[in-house]
């Protein structure tokens, strides 16, 4: 079955700063790349995703690429604040089919913070 | 508003005490989902669920039964709970099978 590894698991930043999460995964026809945010003490939500159809996606301060040929991703936040203190965690899946459907992997999360 | 509702939230039992932990979601979704959160493994998926009577294993399923007689509820059971279920765990739904999830508050459970 399909394997993800998120790293680094903690990180610190300065707000301003940029921060960046790589995940890595195993099954070469995963093609589903969700990533999801949790605030302490909350649910988890959804921030972004890709599809391996695209290599990279923007939503304002957040990006994802992603780079089929190596199995990984990797989640961009530029212009870090406060706010973005929470726990992310990247999932793969393949939607396609196949002894994997229907199952969605996480990684094991990246707690980030962010100093004033 | 759309929600997806876990019961109970927070609940303390003991070893072998059969318990269910309720799922329901108010959205028409089709897929839903049961995962454990436990520190330092993120998000494990225990089972999941297609459609009405459509459910299948997870990554971690032992010790856990499910079912999905109504669209809307999707109740996790724990046979013979034990203390390796110690642990929080979220109801999620999506309108389609890879599509956005939404979780519901979690639930806390403590196994003695």
């Known amino acids: 079955g399909e394997n993800v590894e998120q790293h680094p698991s903690t990180l610190s930043v300065q707000e301003g700063d940029s921060a960046v999460i790589k995940c890595t995964y195993s099954?070469?026809?995963?093609?589903?790349f969700p990533w999801y945010k949790q605030e302490l003490g909350k649910r988890p939500q959804l921030i972004i995703d890709i599809r391996s159809n695209v290599g990279e996606k923007k939503d304002q301060r957040i990006a994802v690429t992603l780079n089929k040929t190596a199995k990984h991703f990797s989640l961009h936040i530029t212009e870090t604040q406060p706010e973005d203190s929470a726990v992310y965690f990247c999932a793969a899946s393949n939607p396609s089919g196949g002894t994997s459907y229907g199952k969605l992997t996480f990684g094991q999360g990246t707690i980030l913070t962010v100093h004033p | 508003e759309a929600q997806v509702t876990q019961n109970p939230r927070y609940l303390i039992t003991v070893t072998g005490k059969k318990l269910t932990v309720t799922c329901s979601q108010n959205m028409n979704h089709e897929y839903m989902s049961w995962y454990r959160q436990d520190p330092g493994l993120g998000l494990r998926q225990i089972y999941y669920s297609m459609n009405v009577e459509v459910t299948d294993k997870g990554d971690v399923p032992e010790g856990y039964k499910v079912s999905r007689k109504e669209k809307r509820n999707f109740p996790l059971i724990l046979e013979s709970p034990s203390p390796n279920q110690t642990s929080l765990y979220f109801c999620a739904s999506s309108f389609i099978w890879a599509g956005e999830l939404f979780f519901g508050e979690g639930s806390r459970l403590t196994v003695l």
């Open positions: 099954d070469s026809a995963s093609n589903y």
